[in-house]
Each structure stands twice: as structure tokens, then as C-alpha cells.
């Protein structure tokens, strides 16, 4: 019932409340915790779950939250076969994505320390810190809005530009120069 609620939030927060009939399946030949696919029809999404990660990851229910995340991105074009650069790649919605976890999840999860040596291409994490932080420092609708150019155009980073005024490369140096806060 806790994964329904926040799968309720996220339906709402990122694809205007509509929500996916969910089939959750085990797969132990997977290397990953979990991902998502498509169902048998379109309106259904399907979730498999690496039984050896939960045995080793008892407490990591945020995997869920994560893969919810993905049932409910409906983007035009995130250009997931590019490599990671500012053009794209999967770094875009594996950081927003985690950004959902830290944001909706009722766990705990913590987000990396900077480091000089990090990139926002590096995904997950590190890209969920660098998005929470223009959320919190450049503009509090930075994710709502991002989301809504993701699922209304092709993704380019002047969709950066568009929303906050600065270049992606310009929001990563602000970023890095700062006292990276975020809570």
C-alpha cells in the first residue's frame, strides 16, 4: 500500500495522474536491482525484480520508487541510445528518476557528496543531486517544467536555457562553484 500511495504522487507529479495497471515479475538472470519494460498491452507497464538483490538489499524499497518513476515518464525523445553528453543519453531520466526516489520515497536515500571529479552525465545519483540543487537554488520549477519539455519536445540542452536562463554547462560550473546544499 505504501508503493500505491507514492505511485499515486508520481502519476501525478510527472503524467498529469495517469497511472499504468503495474505487473510485477522475477527475474534472477538480471544483473540490475530491477527495470522496467512494457506490459502485454499499452496500458500496462511490467517491473522485474532481482530476487538476489533483495536478498542482499533487504531495506532498498526505493528501487521500486525508481522503476515507478519510469512507468510514468512518457518522453518524446530522451535520445537513450546517445552516448552521455549534453545532447543526451540515459543520464537524463536515470537522474530524474532519482531525484523521484530522494523526492517522493518514504526511505531514506542519500544523494552523493560533490566531487571535482563527478559530471552531470554521470547518471542517478550524482545527476539527481545536480537537478534537486537548480531546483532548490536557480528555480523551484525547474523539474516540473523540465518533465513537461521532455514529454512536449525533442530533447536538446537549450531545453536548460529555456527554463532557467543558463546553459547546461553554465548550471554545472554555478553548481560546482557553490556550497552544493541541498535538503
Known amino acids: 500500500s505504501d508503493f500505491s500511495k507514492v505511485y499515486v504522487k508520481l502519476a501525478e507529479y510527472f503524467n498529469y495522474g495517469i497511472m499504468y495497471d503495474v505487473v510485477y515479475t522475477i527475474d534472477p538472470d538480471t544483473d540490475a536491482a530491477a527495470y522496467q519494460t512494457a506490459g502485454r498491452n499499452p496500458l500496462e507497464k511490467k517491473?522485474?525484480?532481482n530476487p538476489n538483490y533483495f536478498k542482499a538489499n533487504r531495506n532498498d524499497f526505493g528501487v521500486l520508487t525508481h522503476e515507478l518513476t519510469h512507468t510514468v515518464q512518457e518522453y518524446r525523445d530522451a535520445r537513450y541510445s546517445?552516448?552521455?553528453?549534453?545532447?543526451?543519453?540515459?543520464?537524463?531520466?536515470?537522474g530524474i528518476t532519482d531525484?523521484?526516489?530522494?523526492?517522493?520515497?518514504?526511505?531514506?536515500?542519500?544523494l552523493p557528496s560533490y566531487s571535482a571529479s563527478q559530471s552531470y552525465t554521470d547518471s542517478y545519483?550524482?545527476?539527481?543531486?545536480?537537478?534537486?540543487?537548480?531546483?532548490?537554488n536557480i528555480d523551484d520549477t525547474?523539474?516540473?517544467?523540465f518533465n513537461e519539455g521532455l514529454k512536449c519536445e525533442v530533447y536538446t540542452s537549450k531545453l536548460f536555457t529555456k527554463i532557467t536562463g543558463k546553459t547546461l554547462d553554465e548550471?554545472?560550473?554555478l553548481y560546482a562553484a557553490s556550497d552544493h546544499r541541498v535538503v
Open 47 to 49: 517491473i522485474a525484480l
Open 82 to 94: 546517445a552516448p552521455n553528453t549534453s545532447e543526451g543519453g540515459n543520464w537524463i531520466t536515470e
Open 99 to 110: 531525484w523521484s526516489r530522494y523526492t517522493f520515497d518514504r526511505y531514506p536515500f542519500s
Open 125 to 136: 545519483r550524482v545527476t539527481a543531486r545536480f537537478f534537486l540543487w537548480i531546483d532548490q
Open 142 to 145: 525547474f523539474l516540473e517544467q
Open 171 to 173: 548550471l554545472w560550473s
